[in-house]
């Protein structure tokens, strides 16, 4: 009897939950439906694909990455990132997509980035700007790729703001060739060209490096050629950064 009475007073209930099951499955399709109808009449906006053959990202510490990152116009903080593990061994082929980017993001860029999805140096970028009648996916393929420090210094740095004066055919400015392959032995433990006594880059030893001089603030007159100029007009957004990772890798010299 007792039993019974429980069976009673429980059809009520679930008949209850029953009715709110297909309620709540009503609901959900009825949103699916609108969430599909918006995608097929919103803009879905652009997604980009990059593909390369990296090595050096297990060079990076841990407070960097290697990202695919979106950024708006002026900002030095990604919208969004695809950040890569800096356990990744040399010559991996790496396939990174960010979809659904909205009309804010200004370019996508292989950038390290830190923990707040700072850019600190950007090794390659395209601008959204040149692919605004376009929804196809933009392809990076960047081929293979040197992200480690040497690496994205040439590409950030050398290659954007210094191989116009300082590039190879013999017509380097003060005997400096910066270009790809030859910066490095250029530059590290070279005697300077202009400067008596002082080292272009003294290994382990940012502050007393001649590179490191000239490129920050209170460098401006120690050359006949304004260096602290290049660099400003060159990272609006991250000459801090830059500046920083400079004295990092020179830093590593001696690792
Ligand atoms: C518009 C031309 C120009 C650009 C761009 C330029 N430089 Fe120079 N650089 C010079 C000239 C000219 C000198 C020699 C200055 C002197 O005689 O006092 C020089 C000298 C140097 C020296 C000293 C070399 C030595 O032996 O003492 C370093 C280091 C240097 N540049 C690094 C850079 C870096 C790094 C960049 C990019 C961020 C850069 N330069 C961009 C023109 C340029």
């Not at 920050?216 to 050629?225: A, K, Q, S």
Request: proline share 1%.
């Amino acid at each position: 009897m007792k039993n019974k009475i429980n069976k009673w007073m429980h059809r009520p209930l679930c008949i209850m939950h029953f009715a709110l099951c297909i309620a709540m499955m009503l609901a959900s399709c009825d949103s699916g439906d609108i969430a599909e109808q918006e995608l097929s009449t919103a803009d879905l906006g652009h997604t980009v694909k990059l593909t390369a053959t990296l090595s050096g990202i297990d060079s990076w510490k841990s407070q960097y990455a290697i990202s695919l990152a979106a950024f708006a116009l002026g900002d030095n903080y990604a919208r969004v990132v695809r950040t890569l593990p800096n356990t990744t061994a040399d010559n991996t082929q790496v396939t990174l997509v960010l979809s659904h980017l909205d009309d804010d993001v200004n370019t996508v860029e292989l950038a390290v980035t830190n923990r707040l999805r700072e850019r600190i140096i950007t090794l390659a970028s395209v601008n959204m700007a040149d692919y605004e009648n376009t929804r196809d996916t933009i392809r990076m393929d960047l081929g293979v790729v040197d992200v480690g420090y040497m690496g994205a210094l040439q590409r950030g740095l050398f290659d954007v703001a210094c191989i116009q004066c300082h590039g190879g055919n013999g017509r380097s400015a003060a005997n400096l060739n910066l270009t790809e392959g030859q910066a490095r032995s250029n530059l590290v433990d070279v005697p300077s060209t202009r400067k008596e006594g002082m080292t272009r880059v003294k290994s382990g030893d940012a502050e007393n490096s001649l590179l490191h001089q000239i490129l920050n603030e209170g460098g401006e007159d120690i050359l006949h050629y304004n260096h602290t100029e290049v660099v400003s007009s060159q990272f609006k957004e991250n000459l801090k950064e830059v500046l920083q990772l400079i004295d990092e890798w020179i830093g590593t010299l001696i690792d």
